[in-house]
């Protein structure tokens, strides 16, 4: 499954990476499931994407971890506090 990554702040600082889109495995269901899932490309992954050190939205809307997901979605990944 197919899903569109954006990243901002801290994420997109450490992880090098301001987007991508990514092939999903279709067990995933939900956005947690896809954090857990990407916590596991490794240790810099698990330790930007806690739970305590990120925030999420699902195609534009501020969600939570039991939001559904689907393929062609966009997930916007970003620090919990952001300045301006």
Not at 23 to 29: F, G, Q, R, V
Not at 37 to 65: F, I, P, Y
Request: proline share 4%; charged share 25%.
């Amino acid at each position: 499954m197919k899903i569109n990554l954006l990243y901002f702040g801290r994420p997109r600082e450490m992880l090098a990476t301001s987007s991508e889109t990514i092939d999903a495995p279709d067990s995933i269901a939900t956005l947690g499931e896809l954090l857990d899932w990407l916590r596991r490309r490794g240790e810099k992954w698990a330790h930007e994407l806690a739970d305590n050190r990120v925030r999420c939205a699902l195609n534009q809307e501020m969600s939570t971890a039991t939001a559904r997901i689907k393929a062609g979605d966009e997930v916007a990944i970003f620090s919990p506090i952001s300045g301006g």
